[in-house]
Nanobody, 126 residues
């Protein structure tokens, strides 16, 4: 599956952004989709993930309440709504897909994901 992330940009602290991850090439609802981010000089970290049919989601503990992941399988797209952005949210955000036979499984580790998008850059100024 091919993934294309977009929606990043330069915003001020407190603003919101919605990232999109569009998929093509395979049956989209066969995949658990996750978002990860990598800040300069840091390890790529888990942000959020959603199950194949969108019935369950998991968030990094420190992001829960500000970020919301959702998916529209009819449009082969996953979204990451980010509210109340902080300078520490500055990073390149990547979406990734993990094939799954479970309708409720959610994966949070990088090595569980088979396909990665190219990333979209988010910069939050103070």
């Amino acid at each position: 599956v091919l993934l294309q992330a977009c929606g990043g940009g330069l915003v001020q602290a407190g603003d919101s952004l919605r990232l999109s991850c569009a998929a093509s090439g395979r049956t989209f609802d066969n995949y658990n989709i996750g978002w990860f981010r990598q800040a300069p000089g840091k390890v790529r970290e888990f942000v959020a993930a959603v199950s194949r049919f969108g019935n369950s989601a998991v968030y990094a503990d420190h992001l829960q309440g500000r970020f919301t992941i959702s998916r529209d399988n009819a449009k082969n797209t996953v979204y990451l709504q980010m509210n109340s952005l902080k300078p520490e949210d500055t990073a390149v955000y990547y979406c990734a897909a993990a094939a799954s036979s479970s309708s409720i499984a959610i994966y949070t580790r990088r090595n569980q994901y088979d396909y990665w998008g190219q990333g979209t850059e988010v910069t939050v100024s103070s």
